[in-house]
C-alpha cells in the first residue's frame, strides 16, 4: 500500500488512519460545525491536500490501489434524528450511531462468504444488475476527467464493473473494514484501478462537487436514514453529476411476486444464515428490503431531496430496481 502522508499509521490490515490535528477546518462544509468535528482526521487529507486538485492529487498506487481508514466516533444529533425517512431497522431509531455501529459489525460477520452468497442467492443476475448500473452510467464517465464513486462498495464489484466503462477516476467508500480489505485485495489481484476510502456514507470525507457519478449497490438500503445519505450524495456531485442507486425494491410480476417473496422471506434467509454463519444477517436482508420505500416512493424522495430527471428501471420485474437522478446543473 502507498500512502501520500507521511504521517499515516498503518495498522494490522494495511489500512492508513490519519492523526487528527487539531484545528483542522473542512473548508467544503462551512457552517456545518457536527460534520466537521466527525470529520477531523480525513479533513486534513481531503481538505488541504486535495480539495483543489481533487483527485488528480490522489496518484494512484503502483499496485492500484490505496486506502484510506478513518476512525469515526459517531454522535446522535437531535435535528439528525428528526430527519424524515428514517433508514435501516437496526439501532435505534433516536440514535444514527448506533445503527451505523449494527450494521457496521453485522458486515463484518458476513464479509468471508459475502461473495459466494451474492452470486449464490441471486443465481449470478447481482453481477449482471451491477454491470446494468455501470453501463447506464456510460455518458457520465467516458471523459478521462470524470470521477465515480462506488458508495457502500462492500467487496467492490460495482466500483470494478465501474471502471470496465470509466474513462476517469472510480474511488470505493465503505465503512467497514473486513469489506474495503477483501475488495482491496480483488483490486490488486485482478489489477484494477480503483482507490478505496474507509468513509461513512453519511458523512464523506469529500468536497462539495466533487464527483460526476454517486453509485450504489446494495448499500443505500443499510443507511441509518435515508435523507441525509440522499442530502450527502447530492453535496458531492457535480452540477450535472448522477446518482445511482440499485437496490431490492417490489415486485410487480403477479406470479413470480408471491413466489419470490416466499423464496425471500423464507429460503434466503435460512440458507444466507446458515452459510455465513452468521445468524439473523440475511433475516436483516429481508426485513430491511421489505422495508425499504418501493420505486415510486424512492423516486419521490430523490426528488425532494433535490434530484432531477429521476427515474428508474426495474430489474428482474423489480427485485432490484435501478434509480437515476442528476443534481441540477
Ligand atoms: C449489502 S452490502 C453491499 C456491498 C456492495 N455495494 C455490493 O454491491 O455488494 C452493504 C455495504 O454497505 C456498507 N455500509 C452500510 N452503511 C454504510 C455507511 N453509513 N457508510 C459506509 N458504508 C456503509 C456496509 O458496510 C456494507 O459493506
Redo the contacts with the bound molecule.
Keep these: 500500500m502507498t500512502s501520500v502522508m507521511p504521517q499515516s499509521l498503518a495498522d494490522s490490515n494495511g489500512f492508513s488512519h490519519w492523526p487528527a490535528q487539531p484545528g483542522a477546518k473542512h473548508a467544503a462544509r462551512k457552517g456545518q460545525s457536527c460534520h466537521a468535528e466527525r470529520s477531523e482526521a480525513s479533513l486534513h487529507f481531503f481538505g488541504n491536500k486535495c480539495r483543489d486538485s481533487f483527485p488528480d492529487s490522489l496518484l494512484p498506487a503502483a499496485h492500484g490501489c490505496y486506502d484510506i481508514s478513518v476512525p469515526r466516533q459517531y454522535r446522535s444529533t437531535a435535528p439528525q434524528a428528526r430527519e424524515p425517512l428514517r433508514g ?1 431497522p437496526l439501532g435505534s431509531p433516536a440514535d444514527l450511531g448506533s ?2 455501529q449494527a ?2 459489525t ?3 460477520t ?2 468471508p462468504r ?2 459466494f452468497l ?1 452470486h449464490f442467492l441471486s443465481a449470478g443476475l ?1 453481477l449482471y444488475w ?1 454491470s446494468v448500473a455501470a453501463r447506464s452510467l456510460r455518458a457520465q464517465l467516458a471523459s478521462p476527467d470524470s470521477v465515480a464513486l ?10 470494478f464493473a465501474l471502471r470496465r466503462c470509466a474513462w476517469g477516476s472510480v474511488f470505493a ?4 473494514r473486513p ?2 480489505a477483501r475488495a482491496r485485495q480483488k483490486a490488486a489481484s485482478h489489477s484494477r484501478l480503483v482507490r478505496m476510502i474507509g ?5 464523506l470525507p469529500l468536497p462539495d462537487n466533487s464527483l460526476d457519478v454517486v453509485a ?9 436514514n435515508y435523507a441525509l ?1 440522499l442530502r450527502e450524495m447530492m453535496r458531492v456531485l457535480r452540477p450535472g453529476g448522477c446518482a445511482v442507486i ?1 437496490e431490492f425494491s417490489k415486485v410487480r410480476w403477479p406470479v413470480f411476486g408471491p413466489m419470490f417473496r416466499f423464496y425471500f422471506a423464507h429460503v434466503l434467509p435460512r440458507v444466507g444464515d446458515w452459510i455465513s454463519g452468521a445468524p439473523g444477517a440475511y433475516r436483516y ?1 429481508h426485513e430491511s428490503a421489505s422495508r425499504f420505500p418501493d420505486q415510486e416512493t424512492l423516486a419521490k424522495f430523490m426528488r425532494r431531496a433535490g434530484f432531477v430527471d429521476v427515474r428508474y428501471r426495474n430489474l428482474a420485474g423489480g427485485v432490484a430496481a435501478l434509480h437515476c437522478g442528476a443534481k441540477p446543473a
Design positions: 435501516s445503527t451505523a450494521v457496521r453485522m458486515f463484518e458476513v464479509t459475502y461473495d451474492n447481482d451491477r462506488d458508495l457502500c462498495c462492500g467487496t467492490g464489484d460495482l466500483a467508500a465503505d465503512f467497514c469489506m474495503l468513509a461513512d456514507a453519511l458523512d450504489s449497490a446494495f448499500g443505500f438500503r443499510n443507511l441509518a445519505g440499485l436482508l
